[in-house]
């Protein structure tokens, strides 16, 4: 198996991508930070807030991801929109 190497810049674009579909999503559904995060078990919307604009390094895990779809009522690919893999076969 071949090692798989990701830049820092790419894995930055990933957590981008992700955090402004989440946005995009929420926004549509009419749902504020505070509401979402507190539907999946957050008590404030700092956290929540700092994820969605990648600030102080914090960004969504599974859990998050898994949680917001379900809150959101959306399949959890409508996060990775946008996102295309690297093909690790041509390094």
């Not at 981008?16 to 989440?22: C, E, H, L």
């Not at 749902?31 to 994820?51: C, E, M, R």
């Not at 600030?55 to 959306?74: C, M, P, Q, R, T």
């Amino acid at each position: 198996m071949n090692t798989i190497d990701i830049s820092n810049d790419e894995l930055q674009l990933y957590y981008t991508k992700i955090s402004k579909n989440i946005i995009r999503l929420r926004k549509e559904k009419g749902i504020s930070q505070l509401n979402l995060a507190t539907s999946i078990g957050h008590t404030s919307a700092t956290f929540f807030g700092k994820a969605e604009i990648l600030s102080e390094g914090k960004h969504f895990n599974l859990e998050h991801l898994y949680k917001i779809a379900i809150a959101l009522n959306v399949d959890i690919s409508e996060f990775f929109v946008g996102i295309e893999t690297k093909d690790i076969l041509k390094g």
